[in-house]
T-cell receptor
Framework: EPEVTQTPSHQVTQMGQEVILRCVPISNHLYFYWYRQILGQKVEFLVSFYNNEISEKSEIFDDQFSVERPDGSNFTLKIRSTKLEDSAMYFC????????????FGPGTRLTVT | SQQGEEDPQALSIQEGENATMNCSYKTSINNLQWYRQNSGRGLVHLILIRSNEREKHSGRLRVTLDTSKKSSSLLITASRAADTASYFCATSNNNDMRFGAGTRLTVKP
């Protein structure tokens, strides 16, 4: 069964450094998303992406964040200058139709900012 | 806020019993979805119910939606120890999908 994959599974970085989290969505899916979950808290929507552009973003997704689909398979989330409070699990998801349909989630990347 | 809020926050039952989790939200929605998350893992989609539907079934899962009360419930029948996980409702309108804080379900063998 096709699945969303994410790399790395765990990323440790120092405050102020840039990180890129990578995702490979399911191949025939058209909509892509990033979410984050701070330890013990709820899953929070960051951004949705369709047709090579951002379709929606939350208030969390400020200028420090960017997303890119550099090729036909990868979908990346970049944090330019990490802060301690960026430490969280970051989940990528994709859906076949639109953002209101079933979303398939990857296993997540645990980001630790020290 | 559109996002759902689940209750209870935590639920502990014996294997074989039924588990009911509730979700309430505040604004109009197009659909509501339930997801499951095992500790430290990604979310797994369970079921989607559209705003014009009142009830859906999938295996041992039964979801209801009452748009007049802005609430939904997830019933897991004949629970198993493997059902132990956190369960989240997620609401969608024309903008984005928002998750609630989840219900932590523990099923004791």
């Amino acid at each position: 069964e096709p699945e969303v994959t994410q790399t790395p599974s765990h990323q440790v970085t120092q405050m102020g450094q840039e990180v890129i989290l990578r995702c490979v969505p399911i191949s025939n899916h058209l909509y892509f998303y990033w979410y984050r979950q701070i330890l013990g808290q709820k899953v929070e929507f960051l951004v949705s992406f369709y047709n090579n552009e951002i379709s929606e973003k939350s208030e969390i997704f400020d200028d420090q964040f960017s997303v890119e689909r550099p090729d036909g398979s990868n979908f990346t989330l970049k944090i330019r200058s990490t802060k301690l409070e960026d430490s969280a699990m970051y989940f990528c998801a994709s859906s076949e139709w639109d953002r209101e349909g079933e979303q398939y989630f990857g296993p997540g990347t645990r980001l630790t900012v020290t | 806020s559109q996002q759902g809020e689940e209750d209870p926050q935590a639920l502990s039952i014996q294997e074989g019993e039924n588990a009911t989790m509730n979700c309430s939200y505040k604004t109009s929605i197009n659909n509501l979805q339930w997801y499951r998350q095992n500790s430290g893992r990604g979310l797994v989609h369970l079921i989607l119910i559209r705003s014009n539907e009142r009830e859906k079934h999938s295996g041992r899962l039964r979801v209801t939606l009452d748009t007049s009360k802005k609430s939904s419930s997830l019933l897991i029948t004949a629970s198993r120890a493997a059902d132990t996980a956190s369960y989240f409702c997620a609401t969608s309108n024309n903008n984005d999908m928002r998750f609630g804080a989840g219900t932590r379900l523990t099923v004791k063998p």
